[in-house]
T-cell receptor, first 111, second 115 residues
Framework: QKEVEQNSGPLSVPEGAIASLNCTYS??????FFWYRQYSGKSPELIMF????GDKEDGRFTAQLNKASQYVSLLIRDSQPSDSATYLC???????????FGKGTKLTVNP | DTEVTQTPKHLVMGMTNKKSLKCEQH?????MYWYKQKAKKPPELMFV???????INESVPSRFSPECPNSSLLNLHLHALQPEDSALYLC??????????????FGQGTRLTVV
């Protein structure tokens, strides 16, 4: 079973801090990587996607991909209480049509 | 616009009932998905359709029957469900299944309770 692993947390940061969320994956052929935010009782919301090694920035969010280390991360700068949610890492496995999710990291941003 | 619309939002059904979940998108996406999510768990893939053809069935019990009538619509027909099938059922769509245009957007989900 090809896996996607995340720190289960919970992760707690003060308002204004940088939150760092990490994800590793086992399928070396994986090509596409996604971060979803899910509020309690709601559906997952796509917040970042990355296909190439390096960093990708969108507003307060930065996704980082290192295919050699099979590692993808999400940085949230200037964290706000509204960022408190579960963050799901998802990986589209190489040669497959399957999008596999990690178990998620629950983030709490304290005012 | 990245909207995927699911109906109904909530559904309570008995174990002998037949019901259907509906999903619609008008983004021109050619891949559509059904996921099941239990509380405090990640979404689990059930079915994938690509260009209106069933591409993946993740060994889902036959009491769940998917249907893709056209490129914008995806249905999930439910029959003789068990209480353990109670969950949030999520529909998603993406432009394609492979390559660099595979971002999947989720609908709001149908909260299903089987009694």
């Amino acid at each position: 079973q090809k896996e996607v692993e995340q720190n289960s947390g919970p992760l707690s940061v003060p308002e204004g801090a940088i939150a760092s969320l990490n994800c590793t994956y086992s399928d070396r052929g994986s090509q596409s990587f996604f971060w979803y935010r899910q509020y309690s009782g709601k559906s997952p919301e796509l917040i970042m996607f990355i296909y190439s090694n390096g960093d990708k920035e969108d507003g307060r969010f930065t996704a980082q991909l290192n295919k050699a280390s099979q590692y993808v991360s999400l940085l949230i700068r200037d964290s706000q209480p509204s960022d408190s949610a579960t963050y799901l890492c998802a990986v589209k496995q190489g040669g497959s049509e399957k999008l596999v999710f990690g178990k998620g990291t629950k983030l709490t941003v304290n005012p | 616009d990245t909207e995927v619309t699911q109906t109904p939002k909530h559904l309570v059904m008995g174990m002998t009932n037949k019901k259907s979940l509906k999903c619609e998108q008008h983004m021109g996406h050619r891949a559509m998905y059904w996921y099941k999510q239990k509380a405090k768990k990640p979404p689990e893939l059930m079915f994938v359709y690509s260009y209106e053809k069933l591409s993946i069935n993740e060994s889902v019990p036959s009491r769940f029957s998917p249907e893709c009538p056209n490129s914008s619509l995806l249905n999930l027909h439910l029959h003789a469900l068990q209480p353990e099938d109670s969950a949030l059922y999520l529909c998603a769509s993406s432009h394609t299944l492979t390559g660099t245009n595979t971002e999947a957007f989720f609908g709001q989900g149908t909260r299903l309770t089987v009694v």
